[in-house]
């Protein structure tokens, strides 16, 4: 099976590119050109197997997905970042540790989002989005009302979206737009449950600058109905 994308792509605000990419890194990206998504075997590199299969959107230095995916050998890892620097950084943590259930689709997720089989995926880990807090960027924060319906259709029933985040305005923003979605609920008891870290996350790049910094970070765990 081959995919096309028929609709125009999403334009992306975000950085591609930072830093020359080393000597070091253009080695690790040819030996971990297995480890890149195409389009075009999207759905036999994929949905080979059965296996659980947790996508990580945004995934920086990749602290929380290559550790995620070295704790549970038996679930199936996609991150998903379009940073080429920090993509770089995270193959090479793959092929040092030799994982085998991680992919890399090292381009902006809302490309791919609609080639997922409906109800395919398990758990949606978004760590640290870009805030764009003024007013006038708000269409470019990731957390918009058609991605939250299209990671809808991709969930499976009761799959779990977490977002964790420090910044004021989109703490706001993500829990009022998942609020007014019908496809899910917010998993909350009391406050520990958006002050503490989800047992199963790693502490990433984003968590730490937060935290030197002062800043209180927030975990949202919307659960599809
Ligand atoms: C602030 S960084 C957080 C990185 C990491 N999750 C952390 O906590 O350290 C946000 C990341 O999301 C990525 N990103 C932004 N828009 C994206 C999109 N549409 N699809 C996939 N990744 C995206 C950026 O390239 C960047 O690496």
């Known amino acids: 099976m081959s995919f096309t994308l028929n609709e125009e792509s999403p334009r992306f605000y975000g950085r591609r590119k930072g830093r020359r990419i080393s000597e ?8 971990g050109s297995k480890l890149i998504i195409e389009f075009e075997n999207f759905f036999e590199t994929f949905f080979i197997d059965k296996k ?11 602290e929380n997905l290559v550790n995620s995916a070295k ?13 080429l620097n920090t993509t770089v950084k ?9 994982l085998k259930n991680i992919k890399i689709w090292p381009d902006d997720v809302r490309k791919i989002i609609k080639l997922f089989p409906s109800s395919s995926i398990s758990e949606i880990k978004i760590l640290f989005p870009d805030p764009w807090p003024k007013v006038k960027h708000q269409k470019r924060r990731l957390i918009q009302d058609d991605f939250i319906n299209n990671i809808s259709i ?10 964790g985040t420090d910044h004021k305005i989109l703490k706001s923003w993500v829990l009022e737009k998942f609020q007014a979605s019908s496809n899910f609920e917010w998993q909350v008891e009391n406050s520990k449950d958006w002050k503490t870290r989800p047992k199963e996350l790693f502490v990433t790049k984003y968590e730490k600058k937060s935290l030197k910094e002062k800043r209180k970070p927030s975990w949202f765990i919307f659960k599809k109905k």
């Open 52 to 62: 659980k299969i947790i996508l990580e959107i945004g995934f920086g230095d990749g």
């Open 90 to 98: 995270c193959i090479k943590q793959i092929l040092k540790s030799n």
């Open 71 to 83: 704790k549970n050998p038996d679930t199936f890892f996609l991150g998903a970042d379009p940073f």
């Open 154 to 163: 991709i969930l499976k029933k009761k799959g779990t979206v977490t977002i």
């Open 24 to 31: 070091s890194g253009i080695l690790a990206l040819k030996k």
